[in-house]
């Protein structure tokens, strides 16, 4: 079965009810003591048996974006979907009551039960087959083969692919979009992602084994995933074990190669990696399943929005002219005689209205329309408009990105396609914070595969624009995303292009030794920073010795790879410093030393408390103390413990609770000083706090450090 958009619309309405089964069963009616810990507001409103019943028609007709829309403007952002009282789902609608979702802690919030089905379409090697640490060393995997530096490798094989595929399509002609987009993205996941050996002779077999794995997502085998019963399973099953295979063997025999001949590409990468805990390789099952779920995540998403790209841009004049004339302009500056471009990441980081255009369609057209998790412990959401719900234990939560993404106070007009949106002065993804735009999910779990998935888009469609002349033939379907596009036709005309030879671009300007005497007086009485700003001001935002400045021209800084771009001997000297650290923690015991290797990575939750507590002059103190106090007990310090014992050691809990007097403000460095020194935002910042206390009372728990925006906000400006 291939995985229409169709299917994922069953697959979306299995896993939402599936959901609810397995987590109402899963935690009963039971409410665990410390549910109880905050002031408890009301749930959330209920949508009920009848009302739903009611709403059949719709879900028919017009699909469940839909009905989630006509709840959300019936009930507002919050609210509790109970079907016969058994099953109950709250859906969380904007970002202002999606930060815990997002960003809960595994214990609190997790998928649970709900992708059980993965197991056997992967393999039980990873994910939901395995512990959560495990899952987050593999998802970091997945983040160090596919960061920008890496990125980079895949640039010009995909470019090759894509002029190759679209050298096949002649003069003019006919097509079906969705057929050509998905079967090109397929060759650039198996020169990208797969590897050589996958292309050379095993390509077909390879696609036509994930068919099946991909026949495993249907209503049946979601619900009996183990059952041999069912026939997609049992192909699901070989598929599984014969791409297990196959993998293996490439696995050992890139194992065996060593040196400068080893591949680039993420299949290495994976073979690569290496487990924090023990630092052991991953095996060669391992592998397999990471590949299998890799592609699953990458093909579909890939190719619906590559198809959605292009259906919206053809229909709308006004942006398709802009995209082309952007890519006139690119060919302009990065193209050589006979029209290639030699430079394909640095055009790629320009297309600045391509890649608007892409985000307003993923917007409008999220693949991944509905998130969903389970809630562990009960959590509080407040909206915009002020409310609260206390959500509690056991519901499926669940985040609607389709109506999400189009929320009237975040977005203007937001059903309607206009990447301008995004750009200066607008920038309304940005208006409610980090989770207004969530097409790629947000926090913990969010998509490591965003900037490849960009990147391939961009290479297929800045090729479309500059060499054909499109037209859709087809009607855009009425009711987006639930609709599939399986008859989307094109018609196609070569595109005759101008081209001018590539322009010699200058160096950046000097600023010379006795520029830099000049401006001397100014570093001594005032600092760096200030030199840097003057200098800025007077050349411009790039210089030598080179400093990039704003971020137009810093891409290649955070981006580049490693070969051309790096932090090279610079931060040497840290070598010894972390090297003494382990050591001087692992005297402590196994726990310690986990805790300290733990923190040096992003996933680490003791991490806060480093970042927080650093700058302090009891940084040593408090952070021994934590983990001295948990040594013994094998587990790393819940947040709230952190918190109280880091004012037990300042010694500041007073008699109105730790937070009463304001008196820790003192101590955080930098926040602190401007915090103190501008009364208007130190006296809103205690407001808050005092708000948190009727709030929440004197305990501070994970949700009460998530709802302090004012704070968050200081410290960011500091
Ligand atoms: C336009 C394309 C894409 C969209 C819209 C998209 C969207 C998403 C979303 C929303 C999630 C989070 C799911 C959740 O929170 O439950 C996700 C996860 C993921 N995506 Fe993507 N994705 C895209 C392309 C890709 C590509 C190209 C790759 C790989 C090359 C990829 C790899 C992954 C992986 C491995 C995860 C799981 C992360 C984890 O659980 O730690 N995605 N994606």
Same mark, same amino acid.
């Given at each position: 079965m291939e995985l229409t958009s169709s299917s994922v619309t069953w697959l979306a309405m299995v896993i939402l009810v599936i959901t609810a089964a397995v987590t109402k069963i899963a935690t009963g009616r039971k409410r665990s003591a410390t549910d109880l810990t905050c002031k408890m507001p009301p749930p959330p409103p209920v949508v009920n048996s009848i009302a739903l019943l009611r709403l059949l028609p719709t879900l028919f007709r017009s699909g469940l974006p839909a009905i989630l829309h006509q709840l959300y403007m019936k009930f507002g952002s919050v609210f509790t979907i109970s079907v016969a009282g058994l099953l109950k789902m709250t859906f969380l609608v904007g970002p202002e009551v999606s930060a815990h979702f997002f960003q809960g802690l595994e214990s609190e919030v997790s998928h649970g039960n709900l992708f059980e089905f993965t197991v056997p379409m992967f393999g039980k090697e990873i994910a939901h087959g395995v512990d959560s640490a495990t899952k987050n060393e593999q998802a970091r995997f997945f983040v160090d083969a596919l960061k920008p530096a890496r990125l980079r490798i895949h640039v010009d094989p995909m470019v090759q692919e894509v002029e190759d595929y679209f050298?096949?399509?002649?003069q003019h002609g006919t097509v079906d979009l969705r057929r050509e987009l998905e079967q090109l993205l397929l060759l650039i996941s198996g020169r990208c992602l797969l590897g050589k050996e996958v292309m050379g002779t095993m390509f077909d077999e390879v696609c036509s084994l994930f068919r099946d794995i991909e026949g495993g997502v249907n209503m049946m085998s979601v619900f009996f995933p183990y059952t041999p019963l069912i026939p997609s399973n049992r192909r699901r099953d070989m598929a599984r074990e014969r791409l297990h295979a196959i993998f293996s063997d490439i696995v050992r025999s890139r194992k065996q190669q060593q040196g400068d001949g080893v591949d680039k590409d993420v299949l290495q990468s994976l073979i690569d990696s290496r487990y924090k805990v023990d630092g052991r390789a991953t095996t060669e099952a391992e592998v397999a399943a990471l590949m299998i779920c890799l592609l699953f995540a990458a093909k579909h998403t890939s190719a619906y929005t590559s198809v959605w790209t292009g259906a919206r841009l053809l229909s709308h004049g006004k942006f398709l002219a802009a995209a082309v004339d952007e890519q006139d302009e690119i060919v302009r500056q990065h193209g050589i005689n006979g029209g290639r471009i030699t430079d394909h990441y640095g055009s790629l980081m320009e297309m600045r209205t391509l890649h608007s255009c892409i985000k307003e369609t993923l917007r409008l057209h999220?693949?991944?329309p509905v998130l969903t998790r389970t809630a562990h412990k009960q959590f509080t959401v407040r909206t915009r408009e002020g409310h609260e719900y206390a959500v509690p234990a056991g519901h499926t939560i669940a985040c609607p990105i389709v109506i999400s993404n189009q929320v009237p106070y975040i977005y203007k007009d937001g059903h309607l396609y206009d990447p301008g949106r995004f750009g200066p002065g607008r920038e309304e993804d940005k208006v409610g914070g980090k989770f207004s735009y969530a097409s790629f999910g947000g926090g913990r779990t969010s998509c490591v595969g965003e900037g490849y998935a960009y990147m391939q888009i961009k290479v297929i469609w800045s090729h479309l624009l500059r060499n054909f002349e499109l037209r859709l033939l087809s009607p855009l379907p009425? @009711?987006?995303?639930?609709?599939?596009?399986?008859?989307t036709k094109l018609a196609r005309v070569k595109r005759p292009i101008a081209l001018n030879p590539r322009s010699n671009r200058p160096l950046p300007p000097v600023v010379n030794s006795i520029a830099l005497l000049e401006h001397l007086p100014r570093l001594f009485t005032k600092g760096v920073i200030a030199l840097m700003h003057d200098l800025y001001t007077r050349f411009g935002n790039v210089f030598t010795a080179t400093f990039l400045v704003g971020p137009e021209v810093s891409a290649h800084f955070y981006q580049g790879m490693d070969s051309e771009i790096s932090q090279g001997d610079l931060y040497k000297f840290t070598v010894p410093m972390f090297a003494k650290g382990l050591d001087y923690f692992a005297k402590w015991g196994e726990t310690v030393g986990l805790a300290w290797a733990e923190s040096?990575?992003?996933? @680490?939750?003791l991490r806060h408390t480093f970042d927080a507590t650093k700058h302090t002059p009891n940084s040593q103190k408090i952070f021994s103390e934590i983990v001295r106090s948990r040594r013994d007990t094998n587990q790393l310090p819940a947040e709230q413990d952190r918190w109280k014992l880091r004012d037990r050691t300042r010694g500041h809990g007073t008699p109105e609770g730790p937070w009463g007097n304001g008196e820790w403000l003192r101590d955080t460095n930098v926040t602190g000083a401007r915090l103190l020194t501008h009364d208007k935002f130190v006296t809103e910042a205690l407001e808050e706090q005092k708000h948190m206390i009727q709030k929440h009372g004197d305990h501070i728990c994970y949700n009460v450090l998530l709802d302090m925006d004012i704070l968050h906000c200081c410290i960011k400006e500091a």
């Open positions: 050298a096949k399509w002649g999220p693949p991944v009425k @009711s987006d995303w639930s609709k599939t596009m399986a008859a040096c990575s992003h996933t @680490s939750q």
